[in-house]
């Protein structure tokens, strides 16, 4: 039997500083080697969260301009290997993204906000990693210690405040955010035209 899980999109997160600690590509390397199986599957080759899905190391702190890209370019090297376990695309409708979150399920967690209309983040705390408890918010320090993330750029006309996203199987998440075809793209001679 198929579960599905509606899950709340946040719009008024004002933790100050989160993110602010980058990832470097040693740090991450380190991360790895410590062996934790859960580790590898949430930020192993292949996965969303991972800083070398898109062929070369990239933070997932920092925001990213996925649907810039086509996803069969970006991700060719993982899907020939079968390791892929990330799409998106775009429709007239709406920008989709769907990953697998093997390792995490709702039992971690999961959470998406938007920041100030022009960013969304998927993260979430890793319970069964055992730190001392934190004075501040996790999301503020060594977040990949305690965490994981992965932070895109919204497109200019992308509505945000109407963004759904869902949880299928505690596996599969899936992310919509439909296109605002009000939004006025201006062309070069200045006369704004519906999109």
Known sequence: MTSFLKLEVQTEDQTPHKWYISLAEDEFRRLLSQGNPTVHKVFGEGSLFSPLLFGKFFDPSDAFPLWDFESDSLLLNLRNSG???????????AYVLKAELPGIGKTNN??????????????????????????????????WEYGYVRRLELPEDADWRRIEASLSNDVVL??????????????????????
């Open 174 to 195: 899936e992310i919509r955010i439909p296109r605002n075809h009000l939004h006025m793209d201006t062309s070069a001679d200045g006369v704004g035209k519906k999109t």
């Open 110 to 143: 999961v959470q998406i906000h938007v920041e100030k209309g022009k960013i969304v983040e998927v993260f979430g705390q890793l319970k069964l990693l055992q730190r001392e408890p934190q004075k501040k918010d996790w999301r503020s320090c060594n977040w």
């Open 83 to 93: 390791k892929s376990s990330v799409d998106w695309f775009q429709t007239d409708q």
